[in-house]
């Protein structure tokens, strides 16, 4: 095919091989999130199986903590590099991604630190587990701060072939740890796997992370920085409190039950994760390129992935109970399924949502992203319990599935305005 060639001379990509990159790129980050989440999974599973129901709490306890952590680091470091430096020159790119590095190491090794010494305080199984923790917390920041560098520069295919190397390690790592038989061996497992990872992350783009760049990088997008730090431990926050609150209102039983939901939407939420990896990378080139196309291009990504959540969830409901036992036990299927509805809807809001997110952070747009997500948040906490206090268990599932669907429309208006502003002549916002 015959290149292209704009006003100015200059060679443009054809439309039909622009369209594939961009499919390209997108397919990267749904590998890259089902090895990523695969992983994840066959870790608690082998995790719990090995340890039983107590020390697997003291390892879970190090894992929200550790996601926790990862919302700061991405936040600080790597947010705003996806939305500054996605398509840009190599040259920019590098000296970028070194300043990135270095802060999200920077996070990892200070966190790390107060959990060390927490973890030496408090003692007991729980104690070992946030002192191993506060260990390898450097190592897991960095290993995820050179996943979203490569997704920035479009080479979600390194990104990929990190995690699988991360997984291959934690085969051994955690037949060893099994022979030890205790939390603290298992969390060094998996964060030493990741920390070897987070090597072979520095050999695959050849840059060093600069520790002392950290404050300069942080001073130079505090804009974003600050407000997507915010916005990130939102998210985490917002889920940890309904999940505590869900326990003391209704029994803890309610939160395994609402976690045999999730695992059932599991798949589906793997596929959301990993778009998530490309989506603002994307939306930013498509502002640079045809920034008239971007609320198309939203809609486009968030309906597609309402559709899908919906589909999913679909044939779930049809899924015989023998098959629901199979997967999640006698015990939990039963409560679980009461659950599938609601938390389908749930996810369908949140999918159509994160479309009018990506355009938002492509537009650099951070005080509204952070407005809807501050929203969306206390709705998720305020529908939970609310729901809960009411109708226990499915009420609050229903109540989180209605917050999730009213804060998508938040988003989407909160993205309306963000075009406006960036384009003042309302003719030349598309949305559709």
């Given at each position: 095919m015959t290149p292209v060639t704009a006003e100015g001379g200059k060679a443009t990509r054809p439309a039909g091989s622009a369209r594939r990159a961009v499919v390209g790129r997108l397919s990267w980050g749904l590998a890259d999130q089902a090895a990523s989440s695969l992983?994840?999974?066959?870790?608690?599973?082998?995790?719990a199986r090995s340890l039983g129901l107590t020390a697997f709490g003291a390892f879970s306890l190090a894992w929200v903590t550790?996601?926790?952590?990862?919302s700061v680091s991405r936040g600080l470091a790597t947010d705003p590099l996806v939305v500054r430096f996605s398509g840009v020159p190599e040259g920019s790119w590098r000296p970028a991604v070194a300043r990135s590095s270095g802060t999200a190491l920077g996070v990892g090794g200070a966190v790390g630190a107060g959990c060390l010494v927490a973890g030496l305080a408090v003692g007991g199984p729980v104690g070992d587990a946030f002192a191993c923790l506060g260990v390898v917390l450097p190592g897991l920041m960095l290993q995820d701060a050179w996943r979203?560098?490569?997704?920035?520069?479009?080479?979600?295919?390194?990104?990929?072939?990190?995690?699988v190397v991360w997984g291959v390690g934690l085969v051994p790592a955690m037949v060893v740890?099994?022979?030890v038989g205790t939390v603290a061996a298992f969390v060094l497992a998996w964060g030493a796997s990741a920390a070897v990872a987070a090597l072979y992350g520095g050999v695959q783009s050849g840059i060093r992370p600069r520790l002392t760049g950290a404050r300069a990088w942080v001073?130079?997008?505090r804009d974003l920085g600050y407000r997507y730090l915010v916005e990130n431990t939102c998210v985490s926050g917002a889920s940890q409190l309904r999940a505590y609150g869900l326990g003391v209102i209704v029994g803890v039983g309610a939160v395994g039950a609402v976690r045999g939901a999730e695992l059932l939407l599991g798949p589906f939420l793997a596929i959301l994760m990993?778009?998530?990896?490309?989506?603002?990378?994307?939306?930013?080139?498509?502002?640079?390129?045809?920034?008239?196309?971007?609320?198309?291009?939203?809609?486009l990504l968030g309906g597609g992935q309402a559709v899908a959540a919906l589909l999913w969830g679909a044939a779930l409901l049809l899924m015989p109970d023998r098959l629901g036992e199979l997967v999640l036990g006698g015990d939990v299927w039963p409560s679980a399924a009461d659950l599938i509805l609601p938390a389908t809807l749930g996810?369908?809001?949140?999918?159509?949502?994160?479309?009018?997110?990506?355009?938002?952070?492509?537009?650099?747009a951070a005080r509204r992203s952070l407005r809807a997500q501050l929203f969306n948040s206390a709705c998720y906490v305020g529908g939970g319990l609310g729901g809960a206090a009411v109708g226990g268990v499915v009420g609050?599932?229903?109540?989180?599935?209605?917050?999730?669907?009213?804060?998508?429309?938040?988003?989407w208006l909160h993205l309306r305005s963000g075009l406006r502003e960036h384009h003042p002549n309302p003719s030349e916002v598309r949305t559709s």
């Open positions: 992983t994840n999974f066959a870790v608690g599973i082998y995790v550790y996601g926790v952590v990862l979203y560098a490569f997704f920035a520069a479009g080479a979600g295919r390194k990104a990929f072939v990190n995690d740890a099994d022979r001073r130079d997008h990993g778009l998530s990896l490309v989506t603002v990378a994307e939306a930013a080139r498509v502002l640079r390129r045809s920034p008239h196309r971007l609320g198309a291009f939203c809609l996810v369908a809001g949140a999918g159509l949502g994160t479309g009018a997110a990506a355009g938002l952070r492509a537009l650099g609050s599932a229903w109540g989180v599935a209605a917050a999730t669907v009213g804060g998508s429309a938040v988003w």
